[in-house]
């Protein structure tokens, strides 16, 4: 048997199987964890369902055939795909103002867009876009789903309390008919509503292992037709039919498709940005393999058997990746486990769930997403980061008052502005003779420091490239111009310098033009191989001495007669300064 290696030689680990860590010693807690999965997932789909306009049936099928997809192709062993809350919101609102929610070309657009997803997905792991998760920051994520989280707890608590409004509508709009009809208020559906909620919260700190969701929805149940309250005014869930998942495709016209392809992208960036981080979080504490391409590619065919199959799109849902972890599952066998207890309950018990309170759902989903708003995240970033504090809060305004697809595109924005922000300006200091920063050129006044007599050495901590050229070459100029004694030599510490492009070279360029008409001679230190290769593809090294190390740069602008060229560089690309080189 041949062992597979890396291109440097290294042993390759080996690819996961389905089911990866399943044996006999832990197959009785995977089975357990499954039927805790399956008690948590169906109370939730449901009400995630009702969300984005859905029959109950489109959340119950999206946990059967997609989740078993998910089970046998991801390489998480713990992620769970399903519909999420905020999910369900962005079906809701990209869908809603294209048809009308419940109605037939309603939920065949669910369907598209799940399908949609699911391409989308596909091509991002056939091009390894993983790394896209990375583009949105915490911040924005905290504000676009806080946004998304706000507009879901409105529509639950008008069904909470009773009250008669169009979920579909905008948020202000919805807020506005909640407090305008306030006065059609049930009594017994807030009785129920306020009920679960305690059951809920007080149960999950006393036994968090018991699933209270499910627990909430039989009793609540139980009471409804003992007393009758169906007829006294409280909502019920209806009849919902019996049977499995039908193979079917969404039949559309081109145009129709094409309006649904943003609403899917921003599906498809939200779960990225959440699913992969959720899925290498589990996979670094537990210590296995996690391949987020391989997830990537997973999540297309989820979504595909999901608009396939009568769900809707299915996304990483971290409060169930929490809740199989704490109940001891290492494997993907609880979403199997749950996708067919699903089925059985499609099949055989869906007489049970027609008189369920429509109160007692709205306080499981409340209950679900009221930690989605990130009241402590929204604390934490404004102690200890007020700018990203600001980003997260007008994502979270974007979200809900321009809308849930505008407010992914602004939060898409944000995060850009936010990193060009902090390109724009990477440390930029003059070091001190022992190589330590004396003085950092980004203050307002600048100390006006030298290296030594004459001497100012210069490290730029990041690639030089067009967002942060400009600042470099003010900077440089400051650090020539301020210096407390006239400076004959600029030597810049390159060893942090990774990458050059176009803008940077021209900058460079200008910046070795000024040093020239002023008779500031222009060193350079502890360069990369490869980046000294870029440079000199540039010709910004014609008349530029290169020193392997800042301390012989230093010792050839005392003796300038003496300096020698800079050795060859190495044909291998690793660095070969070490980190004490001075």
Request: glycine letters at 8%.
């Amino acid at each position: 048997m041949t062992t597979r290696r890396t291109a440097s030689g290294a042993p390759r680990a080996p690819r996961a199987r389905p089911f990866a860590g399943l044996n006999r010693g832990n197959l009785v807690r995977e089975l357990g964890a499954g039927v805790t999965l399956l008690a948590i997932a169906v109370p939730l789909n449901i009400g995630y369902a009702q969300i984005a306009g859905l029959p109950p049936t489109a959340g119950l099928y999206a946990l059967v055939v997609p989740s078993i997809v998910f089970a046998l192709t991801a390489s998480s062993r713990q992620l769970v795909a399903s519909p999420d809350a905020a999910a369900s919101a962005l079906v809701a609102s990209s869908i809603g103002g294209l048809a009308v929610a419940g109605s037939a070309d309603y939920a065949t657009m669910a369907l598209a867009q799940a399908i949609i997803c699911g391409v989308v997905f596909l091509l991002c792991a056939v091009f390894r876009l993983g790394f896209l998760a990375s583009f949105l920051s915490k911040p924005v994520l905290v504000g676009f789903i806080g946004g998304l989280a706000l507009d879901i707890l409105v529509s639950q608590l008008a069904k909470m309390l009773g009250v008669p409004i169009d979920s579909g509508r905008e948020f202000v709009d919805k807020v506005a008919e909640l407090a305008g009809n306030l006065g059609e208020a049930d009594l017994w559906s807030a009785v129920i509503a306020i009920a679960s909620v305690l059951v809920l919260v007080i149960g999950r700190r006393v036994a968090r292992l018991v699933p209270w969701a499910l627990v909430v929805l039989v009793c609540s149940t139980i009471a409804v037709v003992l007393l009758d309250l169906d007829d006294a005014g409280v909502d019920v869930l209806g009849e919902v039919p019996a049977g499995p998942p039908v193979l079917t495709w969404p039949i559309l016209d081109w145009a129709t498709w094409g309006a649904l392809v943003p609403s899917a992208l921003a599906l498809v960036l939200v779960t990225i940005a959440e699913g992969l981080l959720v899925a290498r979080a589990y996979a670094e504490r537990h210590g296995y393999r996690d391949e987020p391409n391989r997830d990537l590619f997973a999540f297309g065919l989820g979504n595909l058997a999901a608009g396939a199959s009568g769900g809707y799109v299915v996304g990483a849902s971290a409060s169930r990746t929490a809740a199989v972890d704490l109940a001891g599952s290492r494997t993907q066998l609880p979403a199997v486990v749950a996708a067919i207890g699903t089925l059985l309950l499609l099949l055989f018990g869906t007489a049970v769930l027609a008189d369920i309170p429509s109160p007692a759902i709205g306080a499981v989903v409340a209950v679900a997403v009221a930690p989605l708003l990130g009241i402590r995240d929204f604390r934490q970033l404004w102690r200890t980061s007020p700018f990203e504090f600001w980003i997260a809060v007008i994502c979270f305004a974007a979200t809900l008052f321009i809308g849930a697809i505008p407010g992914i595109l602004v939060a898409f924005v944000l995060a850009l502005v936010n990193l060009a922000r902090r390109a724009a300006r990477p440390a930029l200091d003059v070091l001190a003779d022992d190589g330590e920063p004396a003085d950092s050129l980004l203050d307002p006044a600048p100390k006006g420091s030298v290296t030594a007599p004459g001497v100012v050495v210069l490290r730029l901590a990041a690639p030089l490239f067009f967002a942060n050229a400009a600042s470099f070459v003010d900077a440089a100029k400051r650090a020539v111009t301020d210096a407390s004694e006239p400076v004959h030599r600029l030597v810049l510490d390159a060893e942090a310098i990774t990458d050059l492009d176009v803008t940077g070279a021209e900058a460079f360029a200008s910046l070795r033009d000024w040093l020239r008409e002023r008779d500031v001679a222009l060193s350079m230190s502890r360069m990369r191989p490869g980046v000294r290769a870029v440079f000199g593809r540039f010709g910004l090294l014609d008349g530029v001495e290169v020193h392997p190390t800042n301390r012989e740069a230093l010792a050839a602008a005392a003796t300038p007669a003496t300096a020698a060229p800079a050795p060859v560089a190495p044909d291998d690309e690793e660095d070969a300064h070490g980190p004490d080189d001075r």
